[in-house]
């Protein structure tokens, strides 16, 4: 069975400057690993002739099949066709039938269209054209040697719809592709990437079919799982047989599958309960309670969040103490666990989560940038609250307490609360 290596190009000087995400690519290497075809590489160049064509150089270099998105458009800087056609020293022409397709477009629309736009309608000598059903440029399969070029528009829709209706089956064809790639991912937390990587390294190295791989992200960590082979049924067996052992070792931090997110998880686990939440956000300014509303059903559980930023918000809003606050200061242990039962009696839930700390990037009542007090509160038995030291970065130091928070809250109620 040939092991077929494919790329990706994305040509724009608009990815480049990070005006557009390249979601394109992303979307190609699933659809190509659905297919048992891997993506080894990734590029990404600016609307220049002499960069693409070195793109197009090292691509074939190493690649069976290059799929290149974007530069079909009308204006003088759409240069892929022009430099696939250099590339390949084959002539363009301009394609009776396109140029037909083309006028039937701006025709549909009650459009004029205008001279420039008859520049789509070039097609590269000996090229497989396909039709572009969702838009004016058609794209085009170009055989080199031993590569396969496909070009295509960079419009995500018009892209899409050429895959799936052109592009992929003329590649199970001419490649008579039997193997998928499948992958599940197995969502972690409460172990840090590092610490995760060193209990299952010996698993990592010893798999070929399926493979494992560490994936973080902040205040958690996933393993990716993926098995190649003739069917998605058998793919998926032997992910179930690697997921087992993964399980078996480290599965205590395991929340989680795929797209699952810690927030989908909590909720899920306070309707199984039975259990309502509130929360009082100070540095985090209501980013926790977005992370529990984002989840759909989250109404059943979630009944609010007070955001006192300020001293004055922090004593009106939830009632906390004038003389806490001057004892101890608003970046406190004292003051976030009286937030955290403050929003619990105010808005009456069972459990309620606090945040108070200093974001940055200046220090505060003598604490540095990134330091977080946070609170997880039931009753006066049952609640924590401990400081956090995160790093100097205001952003990540918000994520970072809310991804702790949701962590908290997942283990609190795996142990049969409620």
Known sequence: MQQLQAEIIGVGTELLLGQIANTNAQWISEALANQGISVYHHQVVGDNHDRIYRSFELAKSRSDIVLVTGGLGPTDDDLTREVLSDFTKRALYQDKSALAQLEAFFKRRNRTMSENNRKQANVIEDATMIPNDAG???????????????IMPGVPTEMKKMMNDAVLPYLKETFQLQ???????VRFIGIGESQLEMEVKDLIEQQSNPTIAPLASDGEVALRITARAETTKEANRLIEASEATLLARVGQYAYGFNSESIADVVVKQLANKGLTLAA???????????AIVSVPGASRVFKGSIVSYSNEAKMKLLGVSEVTLQSFGAVSKETVIEMAKQAKDKLNTDVAVSFTGVAGPEPLE????????????????HYRAEKFSFVNHRELTRTRAVKKALEWLYYYLQSNHG
Request: with cysteine.
């Open 136 to 150: 004016t440029a058609p794209g085009m399969i170009v055989i080199d040697d031993d590569t396969t070029f496909v």
């Open 179 to 185: 193997d998928v790639i499948v992958s599940k991912m």
């Open 280 to 290: 009082a956000e100070s540095l985090t300014g209501g980013r926790f309670s977005d």
């Open 366 to 381: 003598g604490h540095e940038a990134g330091t977080v007090f946070l609170c997880l509160y039931h009753d006066e038995e």
